[in-house]
């Protein structure tokens, strides 16, 4: 299994919609980070958080919220999608500030 | 600001040595770390320097220059299975934050 999972894999949505994207570990991190990818311009940071309690802006937060449900758990939701949200999202978690980060496997996200 | 450069795309033989260069400026830094992502796929964690030079992993090395702000990723004795693209990323002085170049598509020919 792996040890950081994201849900779903895929999905295509229409402008104006409400969608959350998952994800959850077991590798018992306390950080946890939402990035997106899109060709060209590499991965960009959305959101962090370091605790239950903890969320903290990314580069690119703008249409995004996140909600950090429990330790294993972070979520990112776009409120009403747009077709320039169109990327692949990643979620990754790391130990402390000393130690790399472990991505999941990514949600391809359509916003048409 | 963060300002992180590298190649967009190289090509290289098997059995060959392919050094990937990454340059970098700033704000703050506090480690630079090399990834591997094959299309379509997470990014996987090849290595790590926070001190001046070279680090290595088997086929892999990485070298840091602190004082010119570049680092260079080594893939000797090539494989197929290298083709992917590989992407710098920076550390800022907090820990809290990394901060990822483009990537650089490397492309492994017979």
């Known amino acids: 299994d792996a040890d950081v999972t994201q849900t779903p894999r895929n999905r295509i949505t229409k402008t104006g919609k409400r969608i959350m994207l998952e994800c959850s570990q077991t590798?018992?991190?306390?950080?946890m980070y939402w990035y997106r990818q899109d060709p060209g311009l590499g991965l960009r940071l959305i959101y962090y958080?370091?605790?239950?309690?903890?969320?903290n802006k990314g580069e690119i937060s703008d249409g995004y919220s996140v909600s950090r449900q429990a330790q294993a758990k972070f979520s990112l939701s776009l409120e009403s999608a747009i077709p320039n949200q169109t990327a692949l999202y990643f979620c990754?978690?790391?130990?402390?500030?000393?130690?790399?980060?472990?991505f999941g496997n990514g949600t391809r996200l359509t916003v048409t | 600001g963060q300002n992180i450069d590298q190649p967009t795309e190289m090509t290289a033989t098997e059995g060959a040595i392919v050094q990937i260069n990454c340059t970098y400026q700033?704000?703050?830094?506090?480690?630079l770390f090399w990834y591997q992502q094959h299309a379509g796929e997470a990014p996987t964690f090849l290595s790590y320097?926070?001190?001046?030079g070279l680090e290595e992993k088997g086929r892999f090395s990485s070298f840091l220059s602190r004082s010119k702000g570049y680092s260079y990723l080594l893939l000797k004795e090539l494989q197929m299975k290298d083709s992917a693209s590989y992407l710098c990323?920076?550390?800022?002085?907090?820990?809290?934050?990394?901060?990822f170049g483009t990537g650089t598509s490397l492309t492994v020919i017979p």
């Open positions: 590798k018992g991190h306390d950080r």
């Open positions: 700033t704000s703050g830094f506090n480690g």
């Open positions: 320097n926070v001190l001046d």
């Open positions: 958080s370091f605790d239950v309690k903890d969320i």
């Open positions: 990323a920076v550390r800022d002085y907090t820990g809290n934050q990394f901060y």
């Open positions: 990754a978690t790391s130990e402390d500030g000393n130690s790399p980060l472990h």
